[in-house]
């Protein structure tokens, strides 16, 4: 016997959503550079309250923390950069779901240099106050490579 399930329309109907994939594929860059630069007010005003980050090897990174690296300057980054070509947004009415690969390359508070490269996915939400990023899942580094 072979059973069927429905199968869902595609993330990408109408123009509504394609507005809204450009939208949060902007925010997500703009996200990115914000960390690049330590820029606490932006980072701030893109994340959700609730928001948290899932890294690779399992920890959890909360919204106060990211702020709280931001303000100490934990990291400096040479590159905080989205591969291009690599960002896919998929959007499912009010929620927004970024993918793509981020390279790292900086200097941690230590002066101890690192380089990371991985895969993100980032889900935003739409809030009254627009789009707010509200949860994130990030790979193991991959072998980084200068691109």
Not at 15 to 36: C, G, N, P, Y
Not at 79 to 100: F, H, K, L, N
């Amino acid at each position: 016997m072979i059973f069927t399930l429905p199968v869902p329309p595609p993330p990408f109907i109408g123009a509504r959503a394609t507005a809204d994939a450009a939208e949060v594929a902007e925010l997500d860059r703009r996200f990115q550079l914000a960390v690049k630069t330590n820029d606490v007010k932006r980072i701030d005003a893109i994340l959700h309250p609730s928001f948290a980050l899932i890294l690779g090897d399992g920890t959890v990174v909360t919204r106060d923390e990211i702020l709280q690296e931001a303000r100490q300057r934990v990291y400096e980054y040479e590159i905080q950069d989205e591969d291009p070509g690599t960002q896919m947004v998929r959007v499912w009415g009010s929620t927004a779901v970024v993918t793509a690969r981020l390279r790292i390359r900086g200097r941690g508070k230590d002066g101890q240099p690192f380089a990371r490269l991985l895969w993100f996915s980032d889900t935003y939400v739409r809030t009254p106050r627009g789009w707010r990023y509200a949860f994130g899942q990030a790979s193991r580094s991959l072998p980084f490579r200068e691109s």
